[in-house]
């Protein structure tokens, strides 16, 4: 990510703080549900919930995050999950529409893309992981304040429903020729499959030439 200020709590961890700070969401089971169910407009919550950040010394989880979000990708070589996401944010808040509220992250499908509107759009993420968490994004960039919550499940099988019933959209599509040398290159890994390359941390936006937004 390029010329982004990013933060990441984890939700085991921080739960007791930002419920206290924000007086809210003691029966919330991750970020998703406790953002979801605060009455505030996206950019009012956002400052509120960076009163966590300028108050506490939390243990920062964004590497960790990002390299488990990223895994789910068909490649993260150019752009990285958490970047495909904001740069959809970007357009919704400047005006402009993405094809549903509900979608994959990209032709993978281990990811779903939920987009809702607080007066301001913000996405929370739903991640096939092998074993179930949550965090927080707290992105202060040039363009928006942005806050991205997200949840790691063993089954996103509800997600993947949502997605069905608003058309089945894929959020970011890789173009012929990308996925034809990605498979190429995977043939010649063996045992590896395709996600010999998913472990290379990804900490820049790129437009990459070779892949398309499906907005």
């Known amino acids: 990510m390029e010329n982004k200020n990013v933060v990441t709590y984890l939700w085991s961890e921080s739960k007791s703080v930002f419920t206290a700070i924000?007086?809210?969401g003691k029966r919330a089971n991750n970020f998703n549900e406790f953002i979801f169910s605060y009455p505030l407009p996206k950019d009012k919550?956002?400052?509120?919930l960076m009163k966590v950040r300028e108050n506490y010394k939390l243990n920062d989880a964004t590497?960790?995050?990002l390299l488990t979000e990223d895994n789910v990708l068909f490649d993260s070589t150019n752009d990285s999950a958490i970047?495909?996401?904001i740069r959809h944010l970007h357009t919704l808040n400047a005006g402009g529409k993405v094809q549903s509220m509900w979608c994959y992250l990209d032709s993978d499908k281990k990811a779903v893309v939920h987009f809702i509107n607080k007066r301001g759009w913000y996405a929370e993420v739903f991640f096939l992981c092998n074993e179930d968490f949550s965090a927080l994004h707290l992105i202060d960039d040039p363009e928006n304040k942005i806050f991205i919550p997200v949840v790691f499940k063993k089954d996103i099988s509800q997600e993947v429903k949502m997605v069905s019933i608003s058309g089945g959209k894929v959020l970011y599509q890789y173009l012929p020729r990308v996925t034809m040398e990605f498979l190429g290159k995977?043939?010649?890994k063996k045992g590896?499959?395709?996600?010999?390359?998913?472990?290379?941390?990804v900490t820049h936006y790129q437009q990459g030439r070779d892949k398309q937004d499906h907005l």
């Not at 919550?45 to 509120?48: A, D, R, T, V």
């Open 22 to 24: 924000l007086n809210r």
């Open 45 to 48: 919550l956002f400052f509120e």
């Open 63 to 65: 590497d960790v995050t």
């Open 83 to 85: 970047d495909i996401v």
């Open 186 to 188: 995977n043939s010649t």
């Open 192 to 201: 590896k499959g395709k996600n010999f390359s998913k472990n290379k941390k």
